[in-house]
Structures are given as structure tokens and as C-alpha cells.
């Protein structure tokens, strides 16, 4: 069974940067796609970034964030990042790190298997 924490979510101003982390444990980890989705009380969650296994494959972001954003993984520490960038306010969201025993990338979220509880972030401006 995988578990996965993530930490690093907080406050800050508009932008401002944050950095998320998700630990894994269980599994193999380094097989895994891993995504980032967010979501708001009021939304369904939604694909922020998604990362494959496979070097010669580049990550995958959503519009909203391409440019702001980078996914990364390091398979030695079973951990996936988020960098955030000039972050705005309609970033605040709680966000949710995601693996998935699947070949290609994916934004959608029912195609991954595991998720972490989530962690919030709140952009104030």
C-alpha cells in the first residue's frame, strides 16, 4: 500500500513562491506517475502538473500555472516537489499530490491510484 505526505504548504503574498513536497512510502516509487491537482470548496480538483518516470518524456502542466510552476521528482528520497512562482491568489487551493500505476502521464485525476491528504495554500494579495 503507497502513502503519501505532503508538506511545505503555507501563506504568502501574491508573488511569492512555495515550495510543496511529497514523501512516499510503499511501492516502488520510481515506476509511478505522479501528478499535483488542487481544488476549492466550491470545484471539482484539477490537473496542476503530472511527471513520468521516463527522462526523455518533459512534464506536463496545466495552462493556469505552465510558466510558474515545475514539477520534479527524486527517486533516491521516494519524493515528488512542486515549485510554485509568482504565485496568485486564485492559486490558493488545497493541493494533493497523486501517483499512478500507469504507463503514459495523465491529467485526470480517476486514472490515479493513491493520494496524499493534502496541504493548503493560501496566496493573499
Known amino acids: 500500500q503507497v502513502q503519501l505526505v505532503e508538506s511545505g504548504g503555507g501563506s504568502v503574498q501574491a508573488g511569492g513562491s512555495l515550495r510543496l513536497s511529497c514523501a512516499a512510502s510503499?511501492?516502488?516509487?520510481?515506476?509511478?506517475?505522479l501528478g499535483w491537482f488542487r481544488q476549492t470548496p466550491r470545484a471539482e480538483r484539477e490537473f496542476v502538473a503530472t511527471?513520468?518516470?521516463?527522462?526523455?518524456?518533459?512534464?506536463d502542466y496545466a495552462d493556469s500555472v505552465k510558466g510558474r510552476f515545475t514539477i520534479s521528482r527524486d527517486n533516491a528520497k521516494n519524493t515528488v516537489y512542486l515549485q510554485m512562482n509568482s504565485l496568485k491568489p486564485e492559486d490558493t487551493a488545497v493541493y494533493y499530490c497523486?501517483?499512478?500505476?500507469?504507463?503514459?502521464?495523465?491529467?485526470?485525476?480517476?486514472?490515479?491510484?493513491?493520494w496524499g491528504q493534502g496541504a493548503q495554500v493560501t496566496v493573499s494579495s
Open positions: 510503499g511501492g516502488t516509487f520510481s515506476h509511478y506517475v
Open positions: 511527471i513520468t518516470w521516463r527522462s526523455s518524456e518533459s512534464p
Open positions: 497523486a501517483a499512478a500505476t500507469r504507463w503514459g502521464a495523465s491529467s485526470n485525476p480517476d486514472h490515479y491510484n493513491y
